[in-house]
DNA sequence: TCGGTGCTTTAATACGTATTAGAGATTCTA
DNA sequence: TAGAATCTCTAATACGTATTAAAGCACCGA
């Protein structure tokens, strides 16, 4: 009646009068499938049925060294509110992805994960499952290092560079989303643009400049000034320097700028606050365009302002990484690269130049 | 240097000079742990550590060991768009709760299993995770019977009953609920109260009449009227009985109706509908409470209106589910049953009677 | 010295599957 | 009709782990 253990092949086997190796062949469904007898095939599909059998995964992955599982790691945590909106993307294509192609997908919680243990905690986790897609902002080094000593497979959702090594990754094309946006507008008859960036020089943000450079270009338009603020400013300081920046503008007959977003849109908020000081009005004195989403939390979002600018195609780079991390699996013959378009958002912060 | 090969037990144990029994010992961290010598462990732990050492997820459960992992499997898909609403929260109540237990969570796509195939598909997959949360309402009956007879440990989210056996779940507690919700009209003064329901009767439904008559009760009210909207009815129909009703309520002098939501909500359009038409306002002339949550994409929400109601603590139910799995994993001593508390939605569509 | 007593380690085994070389049986070829 | 070719099937094995009974060892009391 009621078993307490599964059926097994060998149960099949003896109810069919074949060899474990017979039913195995049968319902693995391999390549040496079409060698058994139909009407051996019968009787063990018959058995099969009678006796409710189903495959052990457990089995057959330590059988073929693979679980039909790929893992996501995140670096933070997904899902605390503060993160929710801007991670949920991500993880919705990499789940719509990984199911598509059969698989299932192991979610890794990095939270609590304090000091790296071996075995229990740690980025050792990660090789139950078959390949990893990888997804968060701050990374430890060391466990990148671990991961690529070890050969396994991942991809990152988003650029990232390891001095001496290739990695594989999915990254939103800057360049292009910048050169469409400065297309836009000088579409609109912009002639003189200006460029505010974070300090930090990383690939995301050089990969912007040249865009920007290429969409100058594009409209033949010489180089233009770009200026930076400075990250850990104070609130004081950022508005005292806005405002000068925004005198400079508006002397040199500047009429659009473009604000690459930081990590806690500071600037934004801080230019939302100076324009209106200085009475200028945006879009009709100025028009604005944002690199990017402003941060989650960030006051880029806090202002309400629905700003001109491309947005991430987060679930389209979900989505990349898996497609990007199953070729891995199949021949892992060397990192891989894609880049994703980003799209543009209509807002309110663009208008023609006065 | 970078193996091709993952190592094994086996490989630690050659290093380390000592047996792979030893190594299991040591990293399994198992009972009998500490009979290992602290020098011998070390050793262990030192090769293990300089190999990049991980446990075979498959093999421990082929094996019949722990994984620290807990499976999420959904009858349906929890993110396609017209879901993702509703299934998210008890998602991230379950996603949070296991990260808070240390343990990783493994989504298993239901995606495409379509039908129930003996080899690849089918419910045995979950047995890599250590236990399971069943999310969704069309449960294949088969697979749980599987489970059931194979003593696979998991938790419900949603009472669920299977004749013959005692299941494992956590359960909004409607009959409390319905009768916070009867309370709550009374105690702004009505005094008879109408209580519409579907046809179906399970046991979500039977809950909720139970706290209907115990607020009567309460209240000191004799029973009340209770009617059912047949549930596959057409709209035309469906009006048409509901129009019904309504002279009888207001010929009764009911002030206040209790509607539990449906699947599809048509009720709940219907009602509105119906009373605009006969020129009863509400909450003006008469008090809905909603017994639950309006479906997601169904006509409940779609009407805009905020319905009074109490809704699902699925995030609470999700974080329970986990916390009883955790349970059942440490004592198999039977099945864990767990009632969550309901949360109160202040909306606008109850007042004073008139 | 001998048997006993903790303490530490190991050999052996089972879990359920996929694969491969080859064994039997049957049919084809010359 | 012998030998080759073909068709079916099976025995044996490996995958990596956890568990258990027992082995080895040092130390102790008698």
């Known amino acids: 009646m009621s078993q307490r253990r599964r059926p097994t092949q060998v149960d099949i086997a003896r109810a069919a009068g074949v060899s474990q190796a017979t039913v195995s062949l049968v319902v693995s469904g391999?390549?040496?499938?079409?060698?058994?007898?139909?009407?051996?095939?019968?009787?063990?599909?018959?058995?099969?049925?009678?006796?409710?059998?189903?495959?052990?995964?457990?089995?057959?992955?330590?059988?073929?060294?693979?679980?039909?599982?790929l893992g996501l790691y995140t670096f933070e945590a997904v899902f605390p509110v503060d993160q929710r909106d801007f991670y949920f993307p991500f993880l919705l294509g990499v789940e719509e992805a990984t199911a598509e192609f059969g698989y299932d997908l192991?979610?890794?919680?990095?939270?609590?994960?304090?000091?790296?243990?071996?075995?229990?905690g740690g980025i050792n986790r990660l090789k139950v499952a078959d390949g990893c897609v990888l997804l968060g902002r701050h990374i430890d080094h060391a466990d990148l290092a671990d991961l690529v000593r070890e050969d396994f497979p991942f991809v990152f959702v988003g650029r990232r560079e390891l001095p001496g090594t290739e990695l594989s990754y999915v990254a939103p094309d800057y360049v292009g989303a910048t050169r469409d946006m400065v297309r836009r507008l000088t579409g609109v008859g912009h002639r003189r643009l200006a460029y505010l960036r974070p300090a930090d020089h990383q690939e995301p943000t050089r990969d912007r400049e040249d865009g920007f450079?290429?969409?100058?270009?594009?409209?033949?338009?010489?180089?233009?000034?770009?200026?930076?603020?400075?990250?850990?400013?104070?609130?004081?300081?950022?508005?005292?320097?806005?405002?000068?920046?925004?005198?400079?503008?508006?002397?040199?007959?500047v009429t659009a700028l473009l604000v690459e977003p930081s990590e806690d849109d500071q600037a934004i908020a801080a230019l939302e606050r100076v324009a209106t000081e200085a009475g200028v009005r945006i879009p009709d004195d100025l028009s604005v365009a944002l690199l990017g989403d402003p941060a989650p939390s960030g006051a880029g979002r806090a202002t309400g302002r629905n700003w001109t600018r491309f947005t991430l195609p987060r679930e389209d780079m979900g989505r990349a990484?898996?497609?990007?991390?199953?070729?891995?699996?199949?021949?892992?013959d060397g990192p891989r690269r894609l880049s994703v378009?980003?799209?543009?958002v209509d807002g309110d912060s663009v208008g023609r130049p006065r």
Chains 1, 2 share one sequence.
């Open 213 to 253: 450079r290429a969409g100058l270009a594009d409209a033949g338009l010489p180089d233009q000034p770009i200026h930076e603020i400075p990250d850990d400013a104070d609130l004081a300081a950022t508005d005292a320097r806005l405002a000068a920046l925004l005198d400079e503008w508006l002397a040199d007959d």
């Open 321 to 332: 990484a898996v497609g990007l991390l199953l070729e891995l699996l199949e021949a892992d």
């Open 341 to 344: 378009a980003c799209t543009a």
């Open 106 to 120: 192991l979610l890794f919680s990095s939270v609590g994960t304090g000091k790296r243990r071996i075995y229990s």
């Open 30 to 69: 391999g390549p040496a499938s079409g060698q058994v007898a139909e009407q051996t095939r019968r009787a063990v599909l018959d058995a099969a049925a009678e006796l409710g059998y189903t495959v052990n995964a457990a089995a057959r992955s330590l059988k073929g060294g693979r679980n039909r599982m």
